[in-house]
């Protein structure tokens, strides 16, 4: 039991050694807290100016480098490296690089000012067939923007370059005007209790994905003899399936524990906001 404990503690040292100071949530709580300053304070002009001003100088940013749209040689990556250090960098791509940097994370206030500007079109209208026109026109106009600035400007994900911005966000309201046309059919009562799965997890959405990450963690930190209880629970499906099969089985087990969560927090009506 006491060799067990300083496993865990070792397991902490190094995740504080180690830690990763930006991420999907961290960008999520920056990109809304200057969203949310701009819509207070500046009116829809200024709103469109300020937004443009953020992705053609993110593009003129990233040129500064010699290799500008390469992860190694970026901008974006040196910023991090120099702020942040390595050891605190994302290391999913082989090397420390940061897909939610600080750098790249100014373009994404631009989605989070035109997620609103779609919202408030839909919900300030009266006449919502002419806003949801309206909404589909923009949408195709942002893809199409985008597309043509794909020709000197990638659409990139890691980079979160401008134009990946506007594509995202048209495609993003494609599927909100999606969703509306389904809500709105009659053909909705039918697959009411498949809608009403998917509604349950998505009433605290940013919860149960910090949840999720919280499960993972403390699976890694609890130990199962020579190893820890996240890696054990996919070794009992591996005993009997395939690799792949194996990580589908543990996949769905870990969002069924996150979905019943969801459902009791549901069944009570508590909605966390984050």
């Known amino acids: 039991m006491v060799k067990q404990r300083f496993l865990a503690l070792d397991v902490m040292r190094g995740l504080t050694l180690e ?8 960008r999520i709580a920056i990109a809304y807290g200057f969203a949310a300053f701009i819509i207070l304070y500046f009116g ?35 910023v991090d490296l120099t702020v942040l250090g390595a050891s605190h960098l994302w290391q999913g791509k082989g090397m420390p690089f940061d897909p939610e940097g600080i750098l ?10 035109i997620g ?3 919202t408030r079109v839909l919900l300030a209208s009266e006449d919502k067939q002419k806003a949801l026109s309206k909404l589909f026109v923009s949408a195709l106009l ?7 600035w794909n020709t000197v400007f990638p659409i990139n994900k890691s980079l979160w370059t401008s134009p990946f911005v506007l594509l995202t966000c048209g495609v993003a309201i494609l599927v909100l005007l999606l969703l509306v046309k389904i809500e709105q059919s009659p053909a909705i009562n039918a697959a ?6 998917f509604e ?22 609890i130990p199962v003899g020579s190893e820890n209880a996240y890696s054990a629970l996919y070794g009992l499906f591996r005993s009997f399936a395939d690799p792949y099969l194996a990580s589908f089985l543990f996949a769905i087990l870990m969002v069924s524990i996150l979905w019943f969560v969801a459902w009791v927090l549901h069944k009570r009506n508590i909605i966390i906001s984050l």
Request: hydrophobic share 55%.
């Open 192 to 197: 009411r209790p498949v809608y009403h799965f």
């Open 19 to 26: 830690w990763r100071v930006m991420g999907v949530l961290q």
């Open 116 to 118: 609103f500007e779609a």
């Open 200 to 221: 349950i997890i998505g009433k605290n959405p940013l919860f149960i994905y910090v949840l999720s990450g919280l499960l993972a963690t403390t699976l890694y930190l």
């Open 142 to 148: 942002l893809i199409g923007l985008a597309l043509a």
């Open 104 to 113: 790249s994370t100014f373009p994404s206030i631009v989605n989070v000012l």
């Open 44 to 78: 829809f002009a200024a709103r469109v100016v300020t937004s443009t001003i953020l992705l053609v100088g993110y593009w003129g940013l990233l040129n500064i480098a010699v290799d500008p749209y390469s992860l190694e040689h970026s901008i974006v990556r040196q």
